[in-house]
Nanobody, 122 residues
């Protein structure tokens, strides 16, 4: 079992920035050899792929050029740096761990955090 905890959400204005963090833990677990991803879900909408990372990041078209995924393997941490935020980015953001690379569907991930809320006002 892998335990994931997201943090760093908050409220910003359009054009602002936030950095989300995902802390991973578990017996004999290291993110070094794991596929990790960020998803987001707004009220009344389906869970949406944001980006994944293993060797290098891969992003959804909607966030490409604005969001950056990176990881600190020694600390079992993954981050999502979000710049140029738009109201459409408002959602609960989730960290996930899976096996398949490159996976863009929630069904392809095994473990999830509880999410952290991001609100972008116009």
């Amino acid at each position: 079992q892998v335990h994931l905890v997201e943090s760093g959400g908050g409220s910003v204005q359009t054009g602002g920035s936030l950095r989300l963090s995902c802390a991973a833990s578990g017996p004999s677990f290291s993110i070094n050899n794991s596929v990790m991803a960020w998803f987001r879900q707004a009220p009344g909408k389906e869970r949406e792929f944001v980006g994944t990372i293993k060797w290098s990041p891969y992003y959804a078209d909607s966030v490409k050029g604005r969001f950056t995924i990176y990881r600190d393997n020694a600390k079992n941490m993954m981050y999502l740096q979000m710049n140029g935020l738009q109201p459409e980015d408002s959602a609960n953001y989730y960290c996930a761990v899976g096996r398949a690379f490159i996976a863009t569907s929630p069904d392809q991930y095994d473990y999830w955090g509880q999410g952290t809320q991001v609100t972008v006002s116009s």
